[in-house]
């Protein structure tokens, strides 16, 4: 594809049930990145892949949360036990090495009731 | 520890007038230093970026910046402004180590007023 796919676009769920947010980088791109946007706290980031290996974890805010990659492709970011303070957008970004121009994908919307 | 500030968190400007949003940052070394833009329910566009070179940078939408290390500073200018540049603009710093991820600001919104 042209760019970077996020799906599902929006997601509602129920406080403590598990949900799993997709991200297709571009193809290619062999650094793939999780970000949170939420009110109150604005853009943060959570974890980033070299290909399918995760070298820095510390950027998870629990341990409810947990992402994968393979193929070096795919990536899946999944949050068990989810919390109202979940409650935000979740993007994706990749870019064709690291320390190169990330560009992102258009979010997952999750609200957790 | 690498921050980014941006002063205004809303700036509202009438078409056709100049704009100049303010990014100030805070990082050990040379930075690399990027503007997004996000529309309402969109994710981030890059305008520009600055890698190294010329400290003045152009962009896409008629866009520039300008890198000036002495006042940590990376401000985004454009000389006209149009009615569909109202959005949410971003000013981030790349981290050249580790993860190289992206400390952002907390955003400026623009509303352009006709």
């Known amino acids: 594809g042209a760019g970077v796919s996020q799906s599902p676009s929006n997601k509602v769920t129920e406080k403590g049930k598990d949900v799993e947010l997709r991200c297709d980088p571009i193809?290619?791109?062999?650094?793939l990145y999780w970000y949170r946007q939420s009110l109150g706290q604005g853009l943060e980031f959570l974890i980033y892949?070299?290909?399918?290996?995760?070298?820095?974890k510390s950027g998870l805010p629990s341990d409810r949360f947990s992402a994968e990659r393979t193929g070096g492709s795919v990536s899946t970011l999944t949050i068990q036990r989810t919390q109202q303070e979940d409650s935000a957008v979740y993007l994706c970004?990749?870019?064709?090495?690291?320390?190169?121009?990330?560009?992102f994908g258009p979010g997952t919307r999750l609200l957790v009731l | 520890a690498q921050s980014v500030t941006q002063p205004d968190i809303h700036i509202t400007v009438s078409e056709g007038a100049s704009l100049e949003l303010r990014c100030n940052y805070s990082y050990g070394a040379t930075p690399y230093l990027f503007w997004y833009v996000q529309s309402p329910g969109q994710g981030l566009q890059l305008l520009l970026k600055y890698f190294s070179g010329d400290t003045l940078v152009q962009g896409i939408k008629g866009f520039e910046a300008e890198f000036k290390r002495s006042q940590s500073s990376f401000n985004l200018r454009k000389p006209s402004v149009h009615w569909s540049d109202a959005a949410e603009y971003f000013c981030a710093v790349g981290v050249q180590t580790g993860a190289n991820n992206l400390f952002f600001g907390t955003g400026t919104r623009l509303t352009v007023i006709p």
């Open positions: 892949f070299q290909g399918n290996s995760a070298p820095d």
């Open positions: 970004a990749s870019s064709l090495v690291q320390a190169e121009t990330q560009y």
């Open positions: 193809s290619g791109h062999t650094a």
